[in-house]
């Protein structure tokens, strides 16, 4: 699925303000509050936005410091090193590069004798060495990538299948304010035969929610 001129005013406004009401951002995009429910909704589904949280300035606070270490993983490893490494608290960045197998990783410390333990304990007895590491003296600037064009491909999932949707306006069922997505007729169809009554009771639920 391809984002499209809709989709795109849709996050510029979001990106501007995170806790603007669909009417606000309907209002201001001259859309209906249901084209951006939908929009919105699939934006969410294909995970482009995943959450809706503050964004924090941690210049206004003592945060202790901020480091990339580079680490040398051996080639077998690198992928499963990288989701275990994300699981870890003061990562903040996980980053596998082209180069020569190795991860750089983005890490908040308290101290510097925090970082040195982070780095024996969980980095070394990983079986990862580490190449470099280097304290940040400041961030003049990280920031999220806000220039998205249309155009560009949403790695839109089909709830059925899990194949990929291919479809600008892809099939789908709403229930409540859940929508479901689908590569193909036939999917949606399967998917509506296979769960009918759950979706018919979540139907109702959310008619009588909605008249209550
Ligand atoms: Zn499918
Ligand atoms: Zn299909």
């Known amino acids: 699925m391809k984002l499209d001129a809709i989709d795109i005013s849709i996050l510029d406004a979001f990106l501007n303000d995170g806790r603007a009401s669909l009417r606000e951002v309907a209002r201001e995009t001259s859309l209906s509050t249901p084209t951006v429910s939908s929009h919105l909704s699939r934006l969410m589904k294909g995970r482009l936005i995943k959450k809706f949280i503050p964004l924090l300035n941690l210049d206004a606070i003592d945060q202790g410091i901020v480091s990339v270490v580079t680490l040398k993983v051996p080639p077998s490893e690198v992928n499963t090193m990288a989701k275990k490494l994300a699981g870890s608290e003061e990562v903040a960045g996980v ?118």
């Open 95 to 212: 980053y596998v590069t082209s180069g020569e197998h190795r991860i750089i990783l983005k890490v908040h410390a308290e101290s510097v004798h925090e970082l040195e333990h982070f780095l024996s304990e969980t980095v070394a007895n990983r079986g990862c060495v580490v190449v470099a590491s280097e304290i940040l003296s400041s961030i003049v600037k990280d920031e999220q990538p806000v220039k998205l064009k249309s155009g560009v491909t949403l790695a839109l999932k089909c709830d059925f299948c899990k194949g990929p949707i291919s479809n600008n306006r892809p099939y789908n069922i709403k229930v409540g304010n859940s929508r479901y997505y689908f590569c193909c007729k036939t999917c949606r169809r399967t998917y509506l035969d296979k769960h009918r009554s759950r979706l018919e009771a979540a139907k109702s639920r959310a008619t009588l929610s909605k008249i209550h």
